[in-house]
């Protein structure tokens, strides 16, 4: 781990649309997984909290989100994609609206919907498991406009589908083809045409964009994922070794969003696939992870003439998350572990790198492999995706103390959508049923 300095983190505030209290868009308000709501349970009963409600789902990993008292899913049925919209209180539904989206998986092994949607007071913005950025008219219940990034910005769907939430700026729906021709695209959020595109720089993965703020200007963040090195042969030969090939780098960049243009980009981190978005934990800096043998580094921002340089405050081995996104409380970083080799913990980690506490290496502690996690009232409330419990944990980094636990879905394993908080309730979801959970005393 190389560890250049030290700094304390003040109140970061993230500009963001005015959504208030409620879990309107993925990882909620700010896309940091934070809630600032209290009153909550500190334990719970041997059976768990009370189960208000529970809806049958399709299959998949898309996320649920909350806004004036209506949840909102996406769904896939084999030919089109669906936005289902229940009611809060009951799980009732309300209204479901279908659009063409068809298409086929060449991994059979992840099947169906990925993807939290985008709500306003009166739309709804989402991108399917094919890649239509859809627009659907929350009065109506109908498709407003629609766009396919395959068609239009030569977005070439993978083998896992396309996994990405929309990000809204203002009049903006900000999406991430990271195709050879389109690397971001803003579109008009009333008409879907496009104002805006980011091109030259090709790469991979499921970064959904995120807003930031750096010296008081928002900034809309973004990572393209590089290439993995070639494996080196096992064959023997005579001939001279070919020069080695200059890997396209991973890249974390920030755009105007205003004209997208490049404000600043760190290529000094490495993933081919990168799954969770950056999080911003103090003035201008930022923590930066996945899995796939991926490392985590801090970068930090300074202000040079018109633009930016970007210093790497440390990388270390000790925590990172494949696909699950870290958070931000207490001043402390808490990382899910990953089954990328080396396994690790739910690791709690300071802004100097060094690590607080790991559960990997606590006798009895939960592995945590796969976690999807929030905090909330001086806790955190996470879903281990692949034991299919959920775990009540004080967010301290005195030491890892968990304050409850319940197995709370059926099927085990692949449990990996977001979970999502409103009102001290908690929605989760796994391949066949989404429940309500009540987290008030």
């Given at each position: 781990?190389?560890?250049?300095?030290?700094?304390?983190a003040v109140?970061?505030v993230?500009?963001?649309?005015?959504?208030?209290?409620e879990w309107?868009?993925?990882c909620g308000?700010d896309?940091n997984?934070?809630?600032d709501?209290a009153g909550l349970?500190?334990s719970?009963?041997?059976q768990?909290?009370e189960v208000l409600w529970?809806?049958?789902v399709?299959?998949?990993y898309?996320?649920?989100?909350?806004?004036?008292g209506?949840?909102?899913?996406?769904?896939?049925?084999?030919?089109?994609?669906q936005?289902?919209?229940?009611?809060?209180?009951?799980?009732?539904t309300?209204w479901?609206?279908?659009?063409?989206?068809?298409?086929e998986?060449k991994n059979?092994?992840?099947?169906?919907?990925?993807?939290t949607p985008?709500?306003?007071?009166?739309?709804?913005?989402?991108v399917?498991l094919?890649?239509?950025?859809?627009?659907?008219?929350?009065?109506?219940?109908k498709?407003?406009?629609?766009?396919n990034?395959?068609r239009d910005?030569?977005k070439?769907?993978?083998g896992?589908g396309?996994a990405?939430?929309?990000?809204?700026?203002?009049?903006l729906?900000?999406?991430?083809?990271?195709?050879?021709?389109?690397?971001?695209?803003?579109?008009d959020k009333d008409?879907?045409d496009?104002?805006?595109?980011?091109?030259?720089y090709p790469g991979?993965?499921?970064?959904?964009p995120s807003?930031i703020?750096?010296?008081?200007?928002?900034?809309?963040?973004?990572v393209v994922?590089?290439?993995?090195?070639?494996?080196?042969?096992r064959r023997?030969?005579?001939?001279?070794?070919?020069p080695?090939?200059?890997?396209?780098?991973?890249?974390?960049?920030?755009?105007?969003p205003?004209?997208g243009?490049v404000?600043?980009?760190?290529?000094q981190?490495?993933?081919?696939n990168p799954?969770?978005h950056?999080?911003?934990?103090?003035?201008?800096?930022?923590?930066?992870?996945?899995g796939?043998k991926?490392v985590s580094?801090l970068?930090r921002?300074?202000?040079k003439?018109?633009g930016?340089?970007?210093?790497?405050?440390?990388?270390t081995?000790?925590?990172?998350?494949q696909?699950?996104?870290p958070?931000?409380?207490?001043?402390?970083l808490?990382v899910?572990g990953?089954?990328?080799?080396p396994?690790?913990?739910l690791v709690c980690m300071?802004l100097?790198?060094e690590?607080q506490?790991?559960?990997?290496k606590?006798e009895?502690a939960?592995?945590f492999?796969h976690?999807?996690?929030?905090?909330?009232d001086?806790?955190?409330?996470a879903?281990?995706g692949d034991?299919?419990?959920l775990?009540?944990i004080?967010?301290?980094?005195?030491?890892?103390k968990?304050?409850?636990?319940?197995?709370?879905v059926?099927?085990?394993?692949?449990?990996?959508?977001p979970?999502?908080?409103?009102?001290?309730?908690?929605?989760?979801?796994?391949?066949?049923?989404?429940?309500?959970?009540n987290?008030k005393?």
């Amino acid at each position: 781990m190389k560890r250049v300095m030290h700094f304390v983190a003040v109140g970061v505030v993230i500009a963001t649309t005015a959504f208030g209290g409620e879990w309107p868009q993925f990882c909620g308000p700010d896309r940091n997984n934070v809630s600032d709501e209290a009153g909550l349970a500190k334990s719970w009963p041997k059976q768990g909290p009370e189960v208000l409600w529970t809806v049958d789902v399709t299959t998949g990993y898309a996320g649920p989100a909350i806004r004036d008292g209506r949840a909102y899913l996406l769904g896939h049925d084999g030919e089109n994609s669906q936005v289902h919209c229940f009611s809060f209180d009951s799980g009732k539904t309300v209204w479901s609206c279908d659009f063409d989206d068809s298409g086929e998986l060449k991994n059979k092994k992840y099947p169906g919907t990925r993807g939290t949607p985008t709500v306003t007071d009166d739309s709804l913005y989402a991108v399917s498991l094919f890649g239509t950025v859809v627009c659907v008219d929350l009065k109506s219940h109908k498709v407003k406009w629609q766009r396919n990034m395959t068609r239009d910005f030569g977005k070439v769907v993978g083998g896992y589908g396309e996994a990405q939430s929309p990000l809204l700026y203002g009049d903006l729906v900000v999406v991430a083809p990271l195709s050879d021709s389109f690397s971001a695209v803003a579109l008009d959020k009333d008409s879907g045409d496009v104002v805006w595109t980011l091109k030259g720089y090709p790469g991979g993965g499921f970064v959904s964009p995120s807003l930031i703020s750096v010296d008081g200007e928002d900034q809309i963040l973004m990572v393209v994922g590089g290439e993995n090195p070639p494996k080196k042969s096992r064959r023997k030969t005579d001939k001279k070794p070919a020069p080695p090939k200059k890997l396209r780098p991973t890249y974390v960049l920030a755009l105007s969003p205003e004209d997208g243009k490049v404000q600043w980009s760190y290529d000094q981190w490495s993933c081919n696939n990168p799954i969770p978005h950056p999080i911003q934990v103090a003035d201008n800096t930022f923590f930066i992870t996945s899995g796939y043998k991926s490392v985590s580094t801090l970068i930090r921002l300074e202000k040079k003439g018109r633009g930016y340089d970007v210093q790497e405050v440390w990388k270390t081995e000790d925590a990172a998350t494949q696909i699950e996104q870290p958070v931000f409380v207490n001043n402390h970083l808490f990382v899910g572990g990953t089954v990328k080799a080396p396994k690790k913990g739910l690791v709690c980690m300071d802004l100097d790198g060094e690590v607080q506490w790991n559960t990997n290496k606590i006798e009895g502690a939960p592995s945590f492999e796969h976690v999807n996690m929030l905090a909330v009232d001086g806790m955190l409330i996470a879903l281990d995706g692949d034991s299919g419990l959920l775990h009540l944990i004080d967010a301290s980094p005195e030491k890892f103390k968990e304050l409850a636990s319940v197995s709370i879905v059926k099927e085990k394993g692949q449990t990996w959508a977001p979970i999502a908080f409103s009102d001290g309730k908690l929605l989760v979801r796994d391949h066949i049923v989404m429940k309500c959970l009540n987290l008030k005393p």
